[in-house]
């Protein structure tokens, strides 16, 4: 994984947030995000046909797979 500091993502005013919303803020594809998502390594929900990440599964996601320079 990619040395980056990273903002978490439970400062937003969403609960849930886009596959698309968390591959840009990770500066990553959406195609990767699903990989994550279809590995279990990334908690998600389906909701229709869109696939959705609560907040705070996307920040213990990050500070497990992400680390500060």
Do not use: C
Request: proline share 3%; hydrophobic share 50%.
């Amino acid at each position: 994984m990619a040395k980056r500091i990273i903002r978490t993502l439970t400062t937003l005013d969403t609960a849930y947030i886009s596959v698309p919303e968390f591959a840009a803020h990770l500066s990553v594809g959406r195609t990767l995000v699903m990989k994550w998502i279809k590995a279990g390594s990334l908690p998600a929900v389906k909701i229709g046909s869109v696939w959705r990440i609560k907040a705070e599964s996307a920040d213990a996601f990050i500070q497990a797979n992400y680390f500060q320079a």
